[in-house]
């Protein structure tokens, strides 16, 4: 029986975030993208406690806390899509996702989703090379978590 | 039904956190990113940083104790190279991190955060101090039992782990709505070490035994 998830808590602060962990490639590297956005609570809230986690073999992997606004903010590789992990006290696990950055409605996962939540999944282009991705961890534009 | 809910209302930072919609299932196939994740090597960490009780001036007030154990996959077999982070409060119960109330001292010698690669057979091994229980608003006279908080990368993304481990026969298991949360008394009792003797040093150090269980991962043979 694998061991059960408990909460990241809300002291994590001084011990998982490292120097370099929202940065999966050193900043003015050629074709590096800006990933950032919100955490939200069901009340529209920004969790200011938060834990991003990003990964994809061809970008790497990032770890970004969120700041009081609710805010993260990466610099790393493009991909079509990044899988997306949040932490936070009152998750008693991580919510899962992904970042689509190039959406291809072919995509199986795109697929699968109700068409109606499929942009919760879709970075939103913010400005050139920067792209804007909030999670809704619940509410009426509850972001579409994953089962791993 | 290993891992605790979402929504959990005893715990009341779940109600505005939890997601209310049913999960969307991966659509595994082999090349699928969440099979894959980050991979750790001995150059990436100090193995200085399994001792939390170096690094300071001097040596931290509390009980000093070993806490190891197994990483290993739903079939048993070992993770190597897993990297694994551990963070906790100090022997009074406080934690260094300026969102922690709790009017209890905090420690010059400890600040309470460690990590290590695990060796070839999955075995993971931090000499630490026992933390203190401490209390938190939850609800009236709300305490946390004792506990270390674990972080554990496996092979996969799939895998990640966030989780704690505490101390055999706490009493406040009974009132704390975290560890509550998890429904199957069995897998409750997963995150609870060992006391071990063989691991104890004499005339130096208490010592907890603790293996940890990976999910598994599609495609994997199990």
Known sequence: MPTPSQTVGPFFHYALPYEGGPETVPPGTPGAIVLHGRVLDGAGDPVPDALVEIWHPDAGFGRCPTGADGEYRFTTARAPYLAVLVFARGLLKPVATRAYLAPDPADPLLAAVDPARRDTLVAAVAGPGEYRFDVHLQGERETVFLAY | ?222
């Open chain 2, 1 to 222: 039904m290993t891992h605790p809910p979402y929504l959990h209302p005893d715990y009341r930072g779940t109600t505005l956190r939890a997601p209310a919609r049913d999960l969307v299932p991966v659509p595994y196939d082999p090349e699928t990113v969440e099979l894959t994740g980050p991979v750790y090597g001995s150059t990436d960490v100090d193995p200085a940083e399994s001792d939390l009780t170096r690094g300071h001036a001097g040596e931290p007030l509390g009980e000093r104790i070993i806490v190891t154990g197994q990483v290993l996959d739903r079939a048993g077999r070992p993770v190597p190279d897993a990297l694994v982070e551990i963070w906790q409060a100090n022997s009074a119960g406080r934690y260094v991190h300026s969102g922690d109330r709790h009017p209890a001292p905090l420690d010059p010698n400890f600040t309470g955060a460690g990590r290590c690669l695990t060796d070839a057979a999955g075995r993971y091994r931090f000499v630490t101090i026992k933390p203190g229980a401490y209390p938190w608003r939850n609800h009236a006279n709300a305490w946390r039992p004792a506990h270390i908080h674990f972080s554990l990368f496996g092979r996969a993304f799939t895998q990640r782990l966030v989780t704690q481990m505490y101390f055999p026969g706490d009493p406040l298991f009974a009132f704390d709505p975290i560890f509550q949360s998890i429904p199957d008394v069995k897998a409750r009792e997963q995150l609870i070490a060992g006391f071990d003797l063989a691991t104890t040093e004499p005339e130096w150090a208490l010592g907890y035994v603790w293996d940890i269980v990976l999910d598994a991962v599609p495609f994997e043979e199990q």
